[in-house]
């Protein structure tokens, strides 16, 4: 079992960053691949970024390429989400997800743990 944790989101203006945080507890962090996807309302939940189980691989949706920066800490137990020149477009309510794989994959149903969510809000 694994818990995961999200923090960091909020209110920002168009142009802003911010940087999501996933703390992760239980089985051992580093044999997961780790995951951020995104929800909208009205919308289906999609994938924004993934990172390999040792960090050297990561995957990214065209819409955040370029803007957003995946990283992990296996010693923290952490895998965070730098967001930069946010959108309006870009809000949602965020999900750390992980996956008992070495590689990230983009597809929700393949994860099997998620966090609760942290709500992002990007103003125009």
């Known amino acids: 079992q694994v818990q995961l944790v999200e923090s960091g989101g909020g209110l920002v203006q168009a142009g802003g960053s911010l940087r999501l945080s996933c703390a992760a507890s239980?089985?051992?962090?580093?044999?997961?691949?780790m995951g951020w996807f995104r929800q909208a309302p009205g919308k289906e939940r999609e994938f924004v970024a993934g990172?390999?189980?040792?960090?050297?691989?990561?995957l990214y949706a065209d819409s955040v390429k370029g803007r957003f920066t995946i990283s992990r800490d296996n010693a923290k137990n952490s895998v965070y989400l730098q967001m930069n020149s946010l959108k309006p477009e870009d809000t949602a309510v965020y999900y750390c997800?992980?996956?008992?794989?070495?590689?990230?994959?983009?597809?929700?149903?393949?994860?099997?743990?998620w966090g609760q969510g942290t709500q992002v809000t990007v103003s125009s």
């Open positions: 997800a992980a996956v008992s794989r070495r590689l990230p994959t983009p597809r929700p149903y393949d994860y099997d743990y």
């Open positions: 990172i390999s189980w040792i960090g050297g691989n990561t």
């Open positions: 239980g089985r051992i962090f580093s044999s997961y691949a």
